[in-house]
Nanobody, 120 residues
């Protein structure tokens, strides 16, 4: 199994930046892709960005080119650089990992989330 722990959330003023980090542990060799999602209260969890172990990235259509996902070359950890944050970005951000099971099926793992608050 895989354990995910997010960090880097907090309070930032509009226009500011934050860098979220997700530390993966456990069966990290089984991870095929990792990503960041966000979820506002009462809303469906939605993709922000994800990246495969080969470095291919995917961003949500709402991304304005201000969010960038990256991975550590030596481990499965991923980061999300968020620039020009606005109040509507005030949501919980969750790390996700897609991993292969022993039977070659895929399992999604989730972190507990980190809160981002954008306010003056």
């Amino acid at each position: 199994q895989v354990q995910l722990v997010e960090s880097g959330g907090g309070l930032v003023q509009p226009g500011g930046s934050l860098r979220l980090s997700c530390a993966a542990s456990g069966s990290v060799s089984s991870i095929n892709a990792m990503g960041w999602y966000r979820q506002a209260p009462g809303k469906k969890r939605e993709l922000v960005a994800h990246i495969t172990t080969e470095g291919e990235t995917t961003y949500s259509e709402s991304n304005k080119g201000l969010f960038t996902i990256s991975r550590d070359n030596t481990k499965a950890d991923v980061s999300l650089q968020m620039d020009d944050l606005q109040p509507e970005d005030t949501v919980v951000y969750l790390c996700n990992a897609l991993a292969r099971n022993s039977d070659s099926a895929y399992t999604s793992y989730w972190g507990q989330g980190t809160q981002v608050t954008v306010s003056s």
